[in-house]
């Protein structure tokens, strides 16, 4: 506003890291993404028969969970384990979509280690591993491998 000087206590307001309010709002924020996704994945996990769907959605799910669970230290629980599986059982559908009816279940698998996954990640971690992801897409399609090293730590190339 007009003639109002800017106080550190109206700046502090106006910063994320201060506000408790401002943090509450972004976690809600991310939280409703992740859930949206997951759900989107769900659905055409169960019934789907578009391939190429599923494997964008799930993969999209997938690559997000997994850098959160390495952030974790998670990443050696068998939950990772049956991430690397579900990665590679996208890389098939992505591949050949007639490979879309024996993968299921892996892909079903998969939807369970992120359900039982979930209750252990941060907000933060999910949205730092959305925002990885969305780099990774501004040069290229990402792939098995980049969900290994998500799970590893290693930033993709």
Do not use: C, K, W
Request: proline letters at 3%; a positive charge.
């Amino acid at each position: 506003r007009r003639g109002t000087r800017s106080t550190p206590q109206r700046e502090n307001e106006r910063n994320i890291t201060h506000s408790l309010v401002a943090q509450a709002l972004v976690r809600n924020r991310i939280m409703r993404e992740v859930h949206s996704l997951r759900t989107n994945a769900s659905l055409h996990a169960f019934t789907g028969n578009d391939a190429s769907h599923i494997a964008d959605r799930m993969g999209r799910l997938l690559y997000t969970v997994a850098y959160a669970t390495n952030v974790h230290g998670l990443h050696r629980t068998p939950e990772a384990n049956i991430l690397r599986g579900t990665a590679n059982a996208l890389s098939d559908i992505a591949a050949s979509p007639a490979a879309l009816q024996t993968q299921r279940a892996a892909t079903l698998a998969g939807l369970s280690a992120i359900d039982r996954l979930m209750p252990s990640l941060h907000e933060f971690s999910l949205a730092a591993g959305a925002l990885e992801l969305d780099q990774i897409l501004m040069t290229r399609s990402f792939t098995t491998d980049d969900v290994t090293l998500a799970l590893q730590g290693r930033a993709a190339a």
